[in-house]
T-cell receptor, first 117, second 116 residues
Framework: AQKITQTQPGMFVQEKEAVTLDCTYD???????LFWYKQPSSGEMIFLIY??????QNATEGRYSLNFQKARKSANLVISASQLGDSAMYFC??????????????FGTGTRLKVLA | GAVVSQHPSRVICKSGTSVKIECRSL??????MFWYRQFPKQSLMLMAT?????????EQGVEKDKFLINHASLTLSTLTVTSAHPEDSSFYIC????????????FGSGTRLTVV
């Protein structure tokens, strides 16, 4: 069975500091993708970063980086230089790689991040 | 960038009535769209996969007759909550993916449904 675990229901970080949001996963699929999304209070889901299971290097997108440790089955999100606008709910998601190109997500329970001024 | 438009953003309806939620891909074609449900302070749960021109695929435990999905064109999928009850009150959100590369899906802005 596939499962995503986010053990931090809430996190605080001081503005301009870095923060790591934890995500562990469990899957028997040999090929899969890992995703992070941000959900502000308005409700929309904003895609942040993607890591493929066979990617050799950790993904980075601007201030976001994904610390992918395949052996530990972890895909932690690192946000550098936190900004007040980063305050939101963050979801880790996983999907097996599909030859049809359709990715069916399983989401974690989320971590609510609050950036302090 | 790719945009998915979802309407309405909020709706209040009476018990027993039906509510239709639209999900449109504005600048790309989407043969597949996904419908999720999110309870307050909880994660997103996949309800069904909407396939253009064919029947939707529902996840286990989701009532097909209650949550009707129609994907009549490459840019529009609709979710109709039939005979709504207060327990159907939730946040419904759709998603689609522009292109075939394994980039993240684009989500609509969601619909807050309240059944009174």
């Amino acid at each position: 069975a596939q499962k995503i675990t986010q053990t931090q229901p809430g996190m605080f970080v001081q503005e301009k500091e870095a923060v790591t949001l934890d995500c562990t996963y469990d899957t028997s699929d040999p090929s899969y993708g890992l995703f992070w999304y941000k959900q502000p209070s308005s409700g929309e889901m904003i895609f942040l970063i993607y890591q493929g299971s066979y990617d050799q290097q950790n993904a980075t997108e601007g201030r976001y980086s994904l610390n992918f440790q395949k052996a530990r089955k972890s895909a932690n999100l690192v946000i550098s230089a936190s900004q007040l606008g980063d305050s939101a709910m963050y979801f880790c998601a996983m999907s097996p790689t599909s030859t049809s190109g359709t990715y069916k997500y399983i989401f974690g329970t989320g971590t609510r991040l609050k950036v302090l001024a | 960038g790719a945009v998915v438009s979802q309407h309405p953003s909020r709706v209040i309806c009476k018990s027993g009535t039906s509510v239709k939620i639209e999900c449109r891909s504005l600048d790309f074609q989407a043969t597949t769209m996904f419908w999720y449900r999110q309870f307050p302070k909880q994660s997103l749960m996949l309800m069904a996969t909407s396939n253009e021109g064919s029947k939707a695929t529902y996840e286990q435990g989701v009532e097909k007759d209650k949550f009707l999905i129609n994907h009549a064109s490459l840019t529009l999928s609709t979710l109709t909550v039939t005979s709504a009850h207060p327990e159907d009150s939730s946040f419904y959100i759709c998603s689609a993916r522009p292109g075939r590369a394994p980039v993240g899906y684009t989500f609509g802005s969601g619909t807050r449904l309240t059944v009174v």
